[in-house]
């Protein structure tokens, strides 16, 4: 048999399946390599132009980063929140793309010169004297992830999207079929009889007997049950927690003080006077003057005479000013001294140092104690990441929260409450956090499903570890315990229920053709007559903003009664004022305004939406799926 085989090994056929058996294990080694070669690297291509990665994260990171400025703090960037925001970002780029590709369709040139006068005109770049400043622009740059070069081909983008979109509006017109209905729907005017029923001016009630009271109690019962509550274990590990376990050299604490050493210098600050002409002979005769010892306000009509400006600039660094030459010179004067004249892009300029603030430095040995600190909460945030790696191990094998807490050595505690961190009595429940977590540990304890594993959820400065143990439902306290609450929850209801019923009353008897007032001397109703008013509610006004929209729904003579905040009210229309739009002129031209700009916005979306159409689009959904990671 031995001899049989080894003949068979010694055979053609053999070696070649021997080596076909190497090749199938090598490729199954190198099994990813394999099955990536060839893949395409771009998130996505639109008709053939790749979207890098890269780009996409950075666009992702800024949208993401713009809507947190705008909700504030608050804002909870879940997963599902966080997939929308990268889909919107590659969505932004994928139309960058598709507009790009028209504009080179139709031979669209945005030159050099535009786009540099385009980011110059930008308010958001102006400095202290109000003209461009490189500094602000750099620190808008660094804000947002970009690069000088990203910006600048995003604001030639936009200025040939402008072109496009300038010539796709332009066709958009306001027909007098919509813009003249829509001004005398908006300028109409409306006079009316108000009666207003307040709940605080029903009289009182008769006093209830106690099964009135048992049955409203038992009817009730969202006003007289104790809250949801959730019994859970809330542990936290902080690198506050861990920091006094750390370590910090010497040697660390001086190469971060030299790595940071901007953070620890204010630079030398000045108040300046500046006087800007365009002659050179004018600013040398103004700063003559003024060396001579003339004062400001001399100096200004000065100025003035010679068509140039006088400013008095707010106090400022030196990257406060737009250019270095001119800085350069500002800040050489003494204070008090006059600058011979200086030329600029912009003119003859004249400084005069009206108040010098000193830079100041403070030394290492003076931040010592400030730096070990917050080098020892930078070294502490990377050991809590390692011990929740542990923790976590822990609890996926079996232990409890409160265990790995306990011998961990973490804050926890096991706590009732209900969603706005209060017990059954309506205290405020202790949490082992800090008080801007309280908000997002409430948010987790409630979020926790029953039967889910306890977990470490990642916090600002470290971990919050929660674990339900108990879901408590809302339960209807016993009448005994809230009998006060009821009674007077009762003598409300019933005060309202009186005020509504003689709503109800008068608008009974106006719709049976009794007179307005008549009808609300019966009822004994706060009444009076507003108008002309229009559509739109104001704050305070005469007319309730629950009632006022029902009034424009009515023809005249006719009422209707509504609920308020505070009771109840009933309004009957007295006369109505069509609008003349001979007289109303201004408005009907701020109508064809809105209803122009409003088809311009349609036409613009309809012609994006059809190259987007018309255009190749392949995204990468396995990568974008990463972006939000």
């Known amino acids: 048999m031995l001899t049989s085989l080894r003949k068979l090994a010694g055979t053609w056929f053999a070696k070649a399946l021997f080596l076909l058996l190497i090749g199938s294990f090598v490729i199954w080694g190198i099994e990813d390599v394999v099955r990536s070669s060839g893949r395409d690297s771009a998130l996505a291509r639109v008709d053939g132009q790749p979207i890098p990665l890269e780009e996409a994260q950075a666009a992702a990171r800024r949208e993401i980063t713009r809507i947190t400025r705008q909700l504030g703090p608050n804002f909870q960037g879940g997963e599902e929140i966080r997939k929308a925001l990268a889909a919107q970002a590659v969505e932004g780029l994928v139309m960058d793309r598709v507009l790009r590709g028209e504009a080179d369709r139709l031979g669209v040139v945005v030159p050099d010169v535009a786009v540099t006068s385009a980011v110059f005109a930008i308010q958001q770049f102006q400095g202290v004297d109000g003209r461009f400043s490189r500094d602000v622009l750099f620190n808008f740059l660094r804000t947002n992830d970009l690069t000088e070069a990203q910006f600048l081909t995003l604001m030639r983008s936009d200025l040939a999207r402008q072109q496009i979109a300038g010539a796709i509006r332009g066709g958009a017109i306001a027909p007098a079929a919509m813009a003249e209905p829509l001004t005398r729907f908006l300028q109409e005017r409306r006079t009316a009889d108000v009666a207003r029923f307040p709940t605080a001016a029903a009289p009182p009630p008769p006093t209830p007997t106690e099964a009135q009271l048992r049955r409203f109690h038992e009817n009730n019962p969202a006003q007289f049950s104790t809250p949801a509550m959730r019994e859970a274990v809330v542990a936290t590990l902080t690198a506050e927690m861990l920091a006094p376990e750390v370590q910090v050299a010497d040697a660390d604490i001086a190469a971060a003080y030299e790595a940071r050493r901007a953070q620890f210098e204010t630079p030398e600050r000045r108040v300046l006077q500046q006087v800007l002409l365009r002659d050179q002979a004018a600013a040398q005769t103004i700063a003559q003057q003024w060396q001579a010892g003339a004062d400001w306000a001399t100096i200004e009509a000065a100025a003035t005479a010679a068509q140039g400006q006088a400013v008095a600039l707010p106090e400022t660094d030196r990257a406060g000013l737009p250019l270095p030459a001119l800085a350069e010179v500002a800040f050489a004067l003494a204070q008090g001294a006059v600058s011979a004249p200086v030329q600029s892009p912009f003119g003859w300029h004249v400084f005069r140092a009206e108040r010098i603030i000193p830079g100041v430095t403070r030394t290492l040995e003076t931040v010592t104690a400030e730096l070990r600190q917050e080098l020892a909460l930078e070294k502490a945030l990377d050991l809590a990441f390692e011990r929740a790696t542990r923790f976590e191990d822990q609890l996926a094998g079996g ?165 308020t905040r505070d009771g109840f009210a009933v309004g009957q229309v007295v006369a109505i004022q069509v609008a003349d739009l001979s007289a109303e002129a201004a408005a009907l031209d701020r109508m064809r305004a809105e209803v122009r700009r409003s088809i311009g916005d349609d036409l613009e979306a309809q012609f994006q939406a059809a190259l987007r159409a018309r255009s190749t689009v392949r995204v990468n959904q396995t990568l974008l799926e990463s972006l939000s990671r």
């Open 399 to 563: 232990a409890t929260l409160e265990e790995v807490a306990r011998e961990g050595h973490l804050a926890y505690a096991v706590v009732r409450t209900d969603a706005q961190g209060r017990d059954a009595s309506g205290a405020e429940v202790t949490l082992p956090v800090r008080t801007v977590q309280r908000p997002e540990t409430l948010r987790l304890i409630f979020a926790a499903n029953s039967g889910d594993a306890a977990r470490l959820n990642e916090a600002v400065d470290g971990f919050i570890g929660i674990e339900l143990r108990e879901i408590i439902p809302p339960a209807l306290k016993p009448y005994e315990s809230v009998e006060a609450e009821v009674r007077e929850a009762w003598r409300l209801d019933a005060k309202k229920r009186a005020q509504e019923e003689a709503a109800t009353a008068m608008l009974t008897a106006l719709r049976a053709g009794t007179a307005f007032d008549a009808a609300a001397a019966v009822t004994n109703a706060t009444t009076g007559r507003v108008g002309p008013i229009g559509r739109e509610p104001v704050r305070d006004g005469p007319v309730p903003p629950e009632l006022l929209a029902p009034l424009f729904e009515l023809a005249a003579g006719e009422a209707t009664m509504v609920a």
